[in-house]
Structures are given as C-alpha cells and as structure tokens.
C-alpha cells in the first residue's frame, strides 16, 4: 500500500494543481457581427493558454451596458473583461474602476492604434481600455443611381448639395427615398447622428458655464432642417427607425443615401445580406458652417475592472484580441473586407483592405475625428456625438425624444426645443453642474 | 343531509369533533405562502423607500447626501411625468377591455364543439408563448413597418396609402400588441372556468324558452364573474408595468405618446444609474398602483367575494 | 339548423385563431429565409437553415435550455408547494382578513422592476445569489406566488363545499378527501396554472437577464444576444425564437391533452 501512496499523492497533487490553475475569465461583450466572430475565433486564444477557460456574456448593447456598469460600479466582479465604449471610460476610470493597461509584448505597437481613440481611451495619461473596434460616420450613397442622374458627389459634400441630392433622387412612386437617417429615439440613437449634423452647424450643447443652449436660433435652423429633409425625401415610419431599419432599406435598394457608422459599409458590401453590393459610394459626412464634429468617434474597447477576480489572464486576452496577429486571423478567416474595422493604421496600410470601397473614407474620418474639440466654440466637455457625463444617457434620450416627437409631426421644432432645454436644465442642475 | 347552498363567508363548513386541530393546521397551511410574501415585500421596499430620499448615482458618486424630497420634485415636476400617468391608465384600460370582452366571447365560442377544435385553441393560446421582446420585433419590423412590413404590403396591393403605425398612432399600436400578447391568457382562464359550468343549467334553461342572448347574460356571465375578477387583478397589476414592448419600439416616443410611468423610470432613472430617481419613481408607481387597485376592488366587489 | 350553426362556429372560431397565430407563423417562416430575403413578403421561396447553423455555432443553446426549464419547473413546483395549501385554507375555511390577505399578496406586485433593481442586485450579490440558478428560482417563486395563490383559490371557490364535506360524512381521511375527491375537480384549473406559472417565468426578460451572466442564463439572455443594434439579424432572431419557444409549445400541447382528460376524469357531479 506505501508503495502506491506516493506516486498516487504526486498524481493527486498535479491533478488537482492543474484544476486550480483552470481560470476562468468572463468576458461581457456586445452582441456585433465582429464580436461574435471573435468568439468564433477565441479556441485559438484558448489553445495557446491552456490554462485560461473564456466565458461569454453578449447581448444586445443597451442591457450589456447595463449590466457591466451595474457590475463595475459596485464592484461586483462578475465580469473580468468588459466592452466599453468612449463615453464610459474617461468616466470608469475617474472613479477608479478600471485597471490600467501596462503590460504589452514587444510586437504590439500599441502606437499603430490610431491615437484619437488611444486619447480618448485614456485619462490622466493612462490608457484603461483597448480598443477592439472603431468607427466614425460617413456618407453612403448609391453610384449607381447618383450615375444615372448625372449627379457628381463632391470631395467634401455640405449639407445643402445633400438636400439638392435628396430632391433629385427622391422616386415615392417606384418606392425610392432620396436620403434615411435615423429618427428612433435615444442618446445613441437618433442623437448620435443629431449630435453631429449640430456640431457642424455650430451649435453646441451647453456653454462654458453648463447653461443649457439648445433653445437657440442655431438648434432651430438644424432641426427644422433635418425635418424638412426627412419629410421631403425620407421613408415613412422614419420617427421610429434606427440603425438597423436605415440598413435594411439601404440594403434592399429603398434608398439613396445614408449618413451612418462607417461600420456600415462592410454590411453593404456583403453580396449574402445586401442587395446593393457594388453599387455603393463612399464620402465624408457633410459639413456646415464648421468641419468640427462633422462626424463621430465610438469605439468598443476591452478594459478590466478592478474587481476582476482574473485579472492577469483576462489582460493577456485583451491584448491577444486588439493585436495585429489576430486581424491576420479574422482575414483569413472571413476575408479583409471583415476585419475589425478603426482601430490600426496597419489594418489601412494593407493593400487587400484598401481594395475594399469604404477604406479610405473610413481611415479619414477616424483620423480626423477630434472629441476634444466638438464644436465651433469652446465648450466645457468632450465628445463629439455625446455629452461626456453620466447624466447624458437621460437627457440626451429626453431630447431625442422631443425630436422625435417634432419628426413625426406630435409637435413643433420650437416646442421640441423649448422643452428640450428644460429637461436639461433641470438635469444638469440635479447633478450639481456646474462644479 | 347538506344542502348545496351558499355557505356564509365566515367558519369553517361542518366538521363537528376537531374544532382546535383545523385552526392551527389552517393556520400553518397559509404561513409559509404569508412569510415569504411578506418578507419579500418589505426588504426591497424599505431598500427602495430608503434610496429615494437619498442621493444615489452609481455613476456619480459625487453626489450623495439626504435629498428630502428632490427625487420625487425632479420626477413629478417633468413635463412627461402627467402624460406618462395618463398614458399608464390609458393602456392598462384599453387592454383590459379588449382582452376580457374579446375573451369572454371567445370562451363562449370554444366551448361549442367543432371540427379541430383543440388545435385551433393551442394557435390562439400561442401569442402568450413568445417573449415580449420577440412579439414587439415581430409587430414593428414584420408586420407594421411603413415600408417593408406585411401591412404595408397588403395596403400597396391595394393601392391604399401606407399606415406609419408608430409615428402616427403609437399608442394604438402598443394597445394593439400587448392585447394581442394578453388575449390568450384571459381566454385561457375564462374558458377554464367555463368548462365548471353545469350544462344541466344551460339545457334548463333553453327548454324553459331562453335565447341565445339570454343565455349568454343570464348564466354564462354571471358565472364567468369570479373568473372575469382574478383576470382583471391579474391583468391589470401586469399591464401597470408594460416596459418591454415600449423600450423595443417606440423608446417612448416620439414625444413622450408611449411613455409610461415604468418606462419614465427607467427613461429618467435607470438610463443615467440614478438609483435615488429610480427608487422614488418606484414608489410614485406602487402608489398608482394602489390607487387603481382600490378603485377596481370597489368595482369588482361582487366577482371578488369567495364562495 | 343546428349544423349550420356548428359550422359557422367552426368558421369564426378557426378564422379567429389564424388570425392570432399569423405572425408567429410569420417569425417560424422566416427562421428557414436568409437574411437577404427576411423581410420580404414572400410565402413562397426555398428554404435554408442556414440561419440555424449559426444559432448553433454561436451558443450554446443546450446550457440556456436547460437553465430556462430548470428555473421554470423549479419555480412553478415550488410556488405549488407553498399556494396550493394556502388557497385550499383560504377558499375552504375562508376568514374576514381572507379577502384582505389576498389583495396584499397582489400588492406584493406592484413594485415595477425598474425601480427596484439595485435593490435587489444589491441584496443578491450580498447573498451570493448573483448568476445562480437557486437565486433565479427564488425570485421567480416569490415573483409568482400571488398569482398561483389567486388562481387556485379561484378555482377551488368553483368546486361546491358540498362534494368535500359529503365525503368527510362517508368516513374519508383527509388525504382521501383530497386526493379522491378534490383533486380530479380542480385538474384543469391547476393545469392552467401550471402552465401559465411556467410561462411566466419562462419569458421573464428583466431579472433573468440583469441577475445572471454566464452561468445560470436562461432563454431570455439568449434571446437578447440576438437583437444587435447594428447589423441584421432577422431571420436569426426568428430562428432563436422558434428554439426558444418550441419547448413551451411542446408543453403546451401536453397539457392541452391533460386539460381535456382532467375534464372527463370527474364531472362536477
């Protein structure tokens, strides 16, 4: 029996050192086509770290963003890795819920990330979050159609030639809509865009002292516009349409032009899921009286709570994820064209990405988008298509909603803003602003 | 030697020789059901009532201190907060109306025989198996949609002008799904109940002369009322609190025409981690709650009573 | 005459039932299109399953099915547990706090979850019931309690003192009592409970989906994993839709037959 006893210990010992080495790492992501391809790919991940399991939470972003900041703010530690955008990580990290992001191997080059989202990621010169995933906003149009009126999209398009587009184009006879835009109520919905065709137009939310300026002639004059536009040119139920309405109906050919995510354009070039691949031109978002904020900066980035029960293994899979060899991975999986899009230089320096149509549009616009510099005068927060403050995700849907309300005819633009400034008067002074 | 009549409300019913075992075996039959409720009930509210008068941002902790009664002002005092109140009654009305009438007159249907009758009540039984979300995303992007939507097809054959159901109707159309979502569990209960219904009365009944109509106004409903009752409590504590079909179509919008007090709550609240706003929303709504629950009970004293 | 009448019952009430099946067979359909062809009106076109393969590769359906069935028939057996005396009390030797007594465990309904949501992830994750199927089971329970209580007690007020108390004269224990004689009256009303119980907390989307992570989540997460604000997924959300109902439908169907057959097995006389 004392034969066996030691050799049975020391199998016992390496069993069950080799159980307690197990670690599990939860990640909370949302649920985006580039998302699930990465946890497509994550037993490649888990092959070369045999010790780490991954655990996945993806949903859908409203109830992931729910879920992570209810978990991150009380320190819950369900989470180890958590999808987090430009807007909650400057305010994650000034509460001092993330960890920084310090250890990188030699063949990162983390300078190869595109620097306004490295800024935009960091506070106080730490950076908390790496980013997975990045996008601006663009305009979508159809060649074909722009073609066949003779019409010539200009470098830098203004929103003015876009109203003289949108005439043109529009056919409600054959069931074709000169421009879509989102209308769906929300501070990421339909304000994302909102956000910035104001910036451009020079308006901005509040002024240096936080006194609310939306109720001003420069408000008045964009939205009136954009409902103008809508109701001349845009598709019925527009009050209620969203990302991914405006993509079906760019998708099916109902309409001509689309102002939205850059992300947009790998679903349109996808010939499985859209009926107008090759037919699609690429421009700048327009501008107005001011290039600033003409279009957005969003990013899902990886960062790692504090209370994150494994944080070492779930900082090596952050960094796998956000590499350059795991792009290589993606592309030869599924193809350049559906890499994640905005987040390396590298990506942009490729010749086979650069064959892709909305490349180049797309390495502009995420070069140029500046949070810190939104609007055409100072203003005392940053962001472009958001207010950077927790308060913003209700009153930038209040306002949404008033718009809506405006688009689908319930009220008009004066009232709309009228009660959009009250709402966020009476929010920001709730918070305490200014401090 | 006993007679089937109504038994008075109080006491228990014969049983002669153990008098002292009923009450405390009653007694411990009821316990656990209470306790738990009970202990349910006032750890989370006096959390809630607790969190409402103070000031408490998950993402702010900035902010903290006693606030009075700054959450309740910042609620009430919303421009959406009167309209939000009207439009919860508005839907927990509409629904219950439609559900029960539609209901009662189904459960009379369903009762008769005919060919395939039991598949035909598992597909109306079916709206109540889906998800809230699933059946709003159905509603919206299948069926309703302007452009693309089943309606929209059937009106453009017929060279009518298509419907824009959530620009110009939101709230019909929010009646329109959660009543489609609720049909089924009205029918389901009434035409249970029915099934008790002593078909020796309904043929007394019709040889003694009566009509259809008659019928239907002198026996069925009466005794359908315990049953049309604990639909309408049921129901109505539910549909105080739609939240899911709201926030997947509408957001609330546009304006604030599908805003409830539950979606104002997480609009105002939750949206921002503001968990001082929420709590005192939470509370505004348990007191609506409260007072459409007495005024229900006054309506419905007749079907509530017991035996 | 009376054929006739048999027919147009027939027609109305088939009519009726279509209708109010149309758009599940819509969503069925679309499980079987592509997301090119999703949400075009087509009733004719070739079917794929394409969009289930990806459902399959993407989750892991099994662990969300079972999650969801634990916590339902879990939930629901418990909720009988503790109603089904209650209401027997209650409806059988009712006193004047009854009435009363039933209202409040109503009442114990009326907090929307909005509002209290960080209350309760608070006080779970105290408890260490956070992403746990038995902290699920408990919140379900006491979620529907009040209901299985008013269903039962209505069901057993239909049922005549009489019967029961004929019975207890004839000589029958208790449990004969309620076993012989109780139990085949009450069948259908309890069945329909059941079922409406384990509905309930199968399609509860706020708390299954706010309480669990990766662990314990039931259908409803994996329903919420397939509504992506940016990209189309139609025809895959009706896929994950059908596999998140057909259990239920399954379900359905047995106790549709259980209904029938409680209604043969005892009349009222």
């Known amino acids: ?435 | 030697m006993s007679v089937a009549t109504q038994q008075p409300v109080v006491g228990p019913v014969g049983a002669p020789a153990s008098a002292e075992k009923p009450n405390l075996l009653m007694a411990l039959l009821e316990a656990p059901s209470i306790i738990a409720l009970l202990l349910w009930m006032i750890v989370p509210l006096a959390m809630t009532i607790y969190f409402s008068f103070i000031r408490y941002s998950l993402l702010n902790p900035d902010i903290s201190g006693f606030a009075g009664i700054e959450n309740y002002q910042f609620l009430t005092e919303d421009e959406s907060f009167w309209p939000a109140i009207i439009n919860t009654v508005l839907l927990m009305g509409a629904v219950l109306i439609i559900t029960i009438v539609v209901g009662t007159l189904l459960a009379v249907l369903y009762d008769r025989e005919f060919f395939g009758k039991n598949v035909a009540t598992l597909l109306v039984i079916a709206p109540f198996f889906v998800m809230p979300t699933v059946s709003a995303l159905i509603w919206k992007n299948f069926i309703m949609h302007p452009v693309y939507g089943l309606i929209a097809f059937v009106l453009h054959k017929l060279g009518l002008p298509a419907v824009d159901w959530f620009g110009d109707y939101p709230l019909i159309s929010i009646i329109i799904i959660v009543s489609w979502e609720w049909l089924p569990f009205a029918f389901l209960i009434l035409f249970t109940s029915l099934k008790s219904l002593d078909q020796e009365q309904k043929e007394a009944a019709s040889i003694d002369g009566a009509n259809a109509f008659q019928l239907f106004f002198f026996i069925i409903v009466p005794h359908l009322q315990r049953a049309i009752g604990v639909v309408v409590m049921i129901e109505t504590i539910f549909l105080l609190s739609i939240f899911a079909e709201i926030y997947t179509t509408t957001s609330g919008g546009p304006g604030h025409a599908t805003t409830n007090l539950a979606f104002l709550v997480y609009s105002l609240g939750i949206q921002q981690f503001n968990v001082g706003i929420a709590s005192a929303g939470g509370i505004l709504a348990v007191i609506l709650a409260n007072i459409v629950a007495y005024f229900l009970v006054k309506m419905l004293a007749q079907n509530l009573k017991g035996r | ?269």
Request: charged share 15%.
């Open chain 1, 1 to 435: 029996m004392k034969r066996f006893a030691s050799p049975l210990f020391a199998v016992l010992i390496t069993g069950v050192s080799v159980l307690a080495q197990q670690k599990t790492v939860t990640i909370a992501t949302v649920n985006n086509p580039d998302m699930i391809e990465l946890k497509k790919l994550s037993p490649k991940f888990e092959e070369k770290n045999p010790d780490i399991k991954l655990n996945w939470v993806i949903t859908e972003e409203n109830t992931i963003r729910q879920r992570i900041t209810t978990d991150v703010s009380t320190g819950s530690g369900q989470f180890d890795i958590v999808q987090i955008g430009l807007y909650e990580t400057p305010i994650f990290a000034k509460r001092g819920w993330l960890r920084p992001m310090e250890n990188f191997p030699a063949d990162y080059d983390l300078e190869d990330l595109f620097k306004s989202l490295r800024d935009g990621l960091s506070y106080q010169g730490k950076l908390y979050a790496l980013p997975f995933y990045g996008e601006s906003s663009m305009l979508m149009y159809r060649k074909d159609l722009f073609d066949e009126k003779g019409l010539k999209m200009p470098d830098q398009p203004k929103y003015e030639d876009i109203k003289k587009f949108a005439d043109a184009l529009t056919d409600k006879a054959k069931g074709v809509y000169g421009i879509t835009l989102r209308g769906k109520p929300g501070w990421g919905e339909n304000m994302a865009f909102l956000g910035t065709l104001l910036n451009t137009s020079g308006c901005t939310w509040f002024d240096m002292k936080w006194t609310p300026t939306i109720d001003t002639p420069e408000w008045k004059k964009a939205i009136t516009f954009y409902i103008d536009l809508m109701k001349a040119d845009g598709p019925p139920g527009a009050s209620a349409n969203g990302f991914n309405e405006n993509l079906t109906l760019m998708t099916s050919g109902k309409a001509a032009m689309w102002i939205d995510a850059t992300v947009a354009g790998g679903m349109l070039e996808n010939t499985k899921e859209s009926q107008v691949a090759g037919k699609m031109g690429y421009a700048p978002s327009p501008i107005e009286a001011t290039p600033n904020g003409s279009h957005w900066l969003w990013s899902w980035a990886f960062a790692i709570p504090k209370a994150a029960k494994q944080a070492e293994a779930a900082e090596k899979f952050a960094v796998w994820a956000t590499s350059k060899d795991y792009i290589k991975l993606v592309a030869d999986d599924i193809g350049w064209a559906g890499v994640p899009p905005g987040t390396r230089k590298s990506t942009y320096d490729n010749p086979e990405y650069q064959k892709s149509p909305f490349a180049a549009p797309t390495l502009q616009a995420m070069q140029t988008a500046d949070p810190t510099n939104p609007a055409i005068k100072p203003v005392p927060y940053t962001g472009i298509q958001f207010v950077g403050i927790p308060e913003f995700q209700s009153f930038g849907t209040v306002v949404g909603q008033n718009i809506s309300g405006a688009l689908a005819g319930k009220s008009t633009v004066d009232q709309a803003l009228k009660d959009s400034q009250a709402a966020v008067s009476r929010a920001v002074k709730q918070a305490g602003y200014p401090k």
């Open chain 3, 1 to 269: 005459m009376k054929k006739y009448g048999t027919l147009i019952f027939g027609i109305v009430g088939w009519v009726i039932a279509l209708i109010m099946f149309f758009p599940i067979f819509w969503m069925a359909i679309t499980a079987f299109k592509t997301e090119q062809g999703a949400y075009s009106p087509d009733l004719i076109f070739v079917p794929t399953l394409e969009s289930f393969k990806d459902v399959f590769a993407r989750s892991n359906y099994l662990l969300f099915v079972m999650n969801s069935i634990y916590v339902s028939i879990g939930s629901t057996l418990v909720c009988f547990l503790f109603a089904i005396p209650a209401a027997y009390k209650m409806s059988f030797f009712p006193t004047p706090k009854t009435q009363g007594r039933l209202l409040w465990m109503l009442s114990t309904k009326m907090m929307p979850a909005v509002g209290v949501l960080v209350p309760i992830y608070l006080l779970f994750r105290s408890f260490g019931l956070l992403d746990n199927l038995f902290g699920l089971i408990v919140i379900y329970t006491l979620m529907n309690l009040p209901i299985a209580v008013w269903m039962s007690y209505t069901y057993f007020c239909e049922i005549p003192a009489a019967i029961l108390e004929a019975g207890r004269i004839d000589g029958a224990t208790l449990w004969e009592e309620l076993w012989y004689l109780l139990r085949p009256m009450c069948l259908p009303g309890l069945s329909s409970t059941g079922l409406i119980l384990i509905i309930f907390a199968w399609n509860e989307a706020f708390w299954s989906i706010n309480l669990t992570s990766a662990n314990a989540a039931p259908l409803t997460a994996f329903i919420a994993s397939y509504s992506s604000p940016e990209g189309l997924f139609w025809a895959k959300l009706s896929a994950a839709s059908l596999l998140a109902v057909a259990p239920i439908m399954v379900l359905g169907w047995l106790t549709q037959k259980q209904l029938v057959q409680g209604l043969t097995f005892g009349a009222v006389k």
